[in-house]
């Protein structure tokens, strides 16, 4: 367990969005420069709340679901695996991830991603936002790396439910 404190809150909360996104890009991973945003944005609207930054912690929430809803409204369409469609739908793609993350805490608890970021480091050593490292070398992590995680976290296969709502999944690189 860690306990993260924030001396002073910016008149925008600054200091705890800064904070809470790049503690998201180390702990949490990501094989995308989309999927990694969204999940140092979503550990940032946690600790924006933790802070009573609830206000701008759902501003945010509400400007990526949107573009989400707007690019993918039945929720299949947009491959947050693909770097490319990550890149030309970004805000769509980090609102789909924020939709990922809320689906899976409401299915399997509210400390999922606690128990994803144990089952990550458990199985991986992750070095930055988007590598981890295997036999002293960085590698590319990707989405199946993460959804292996996830499917230890969750005590079941997410492979299939991942890619019924349009996720693409490479052969992992995790043993």
């Known amino acids: 367990e860690t306990c993260i404190g924030v001396a002073a809150m910016g008149e925008k909360s600054d200091r705890i969005s800064l904070l809470g996104h790049e503690v998201g890009h180390k702990l949490l991973g990501g094989p995308t420069h989309g999927i990694s945003e969204a999940f140092a944005q979503w ?4 600790c924006l709340r933790a802070c009573g930054g609830e206000e701008v912690a759902a501003k945010v929430e509400r400007k990526y679901e949107a573009a989400f809803r707007a690019a993918d409204p039945d929720g299949t369409a ?7 469609v990550s890149a030309e739908h970004f805000h769509a793609c980090m609102g789909k ?3 990922i993350i809320g689906h899976l805490e409401t299915r399997y ?3 999922f991603l606690k128990r994803y970021v144990a089952a990550i480091n458990k199985r991986f050593r992750m070095n930055g936002s988007h590598h981890r490292m295997q036999d002293g070398k960085r590698i590319r992590a990707t989405m199946a790396d993460l959804v292996l995680a ?4 969750a005590g079941e296969d997410l492979a299939p439910w991942f890619r019924s709502i349009g996720t693409r999944l490479d052969r992992p690189t995790g043993r």
């Open 43 to 46: 550990l940032n609207c946690l």
């Open 78 to 84: 947009l491959d947050v695996a693909d770097p490319e």
């Open 150 to 153: 996830m499917s230890d976290a």
């Open 109 to 111: 608890a509210a400390d």
């Open 97 to 99: 991830w924020f939709w």
